[in-house]
């Protein structure tokens, strides 16, 4: 949060005669690390940070995004997509009047993934994609995947909103697939959060490995189904994600 420079974006934004103007400010702290057959295909540690600058003048929105440092020519950017909005527009906009809030939420987190050495996340990673593997080698190919991120995200706007949120997520998942014959069966098995590393305290990936190891490759026993029209009862994590996906995604 850098109430400076809200400030200076404020200033340089009533110069050019603008209504109302709101920077959204995010950064983002994460680590990445993909496992596949045993061996680590991708690593990476970093970050990410830029700013959102919206404004509204002579009835249009403006909106562009860069870096911090280029903040003067986000703004500019800002200006001059206005320019365009207000040539397409077919009427003026107005803002409701609203109350002003000022806000800090921060999620916890019991051990925060940004302490945890990145060699300790390897282990962990490394540890659960072995429990994809079976005797029979039924199962052909295995990936594993680690992410954690820490999201900081701050809206404020000219007219005195001020909210602060800090968001960690941590998840793990693994893909197995099987094969026998021509068939082949992909499985997933996941666990994440919006949390810390403690996640691995409360639930046994290794296990869900291993069932998610066991699902894949009962899978290929599945018979096949005729083409038609059937009543189903649908798993409650399925349902949610067709919802998702059917109605989510489209408003995004």
Do not use: C
Not at 16 to 28: M, N, W
Not at 152 to 169: D, H, K, M, N, W
Request: glycine content about 6%; aromatic content about 10%; overall charge neutral.
């Amino acid at each position: 949060m850098d109430e400076d420079l809200y400030q200076k974006i404020f200033e340089l934004a009533a110069k050019e005669q603008v209504s109302y103007v709101d920077v959204r400010d995010e950064d983002s702290l994460y680590t990445v690390i993909e496992v596949v057959d045993g061996k680590v295909q991708r690593s990476s540690v970093g970050s990410e940070a830029g700013i959102g600058i919206r404004l509204l003048k002579d009835g249009a929105f403006g909106f562009a995004y860069g870096s911090k440092k280029s903040f003067k020519e986000v703004l500019a950017m800002a200006l001059e997509s206005q320019i365009v909005a207000k040539k397409m527009a077919k009427s003026d906009i107005t803002l409701a009047e609203v109350k002003p809030i000022k806000d800090k939420v921060v999620i916890s987190q019991k051990k925060p993934a940004q302490d945890v050495s990145f060699e300790e996340k390897m282990k962990l990673l490394l540890e659960v994609d072995k429990e994809l593997k079976d005797k029979d080698k039924k199962i052909k190919s295995a990936r594993s995947y680690y992410f954690d991120v820490l999201r900081r995200q701050t809206l404020a706007t000219s007219e005195g909103t001020l909210i602060y949120e800090e968001r960690p997520y941590t998840y793990l998942y693994v893909i197995p697939t099987a094969k026998k014959g021509t068939d082949t069966n992909q499985g997933l098995g996941r666990a994440g959060h919006i949390g810390g590393f403690e996640l691995f305290d409360e639930v046994d990936v290794k296990a869900r490995a291993i069932e998610t190891r066991e699902r894949t490759i009962k899978g290929l026993e599945a018979k096949r189904v005729k083409p038609g029209k059937y009543p189903v009862v649908m798993d409650g994590t399925l349902n949610f994600l067709f919802a998702h996906e059917a109605f989510q995604e489209w408003v995004n």
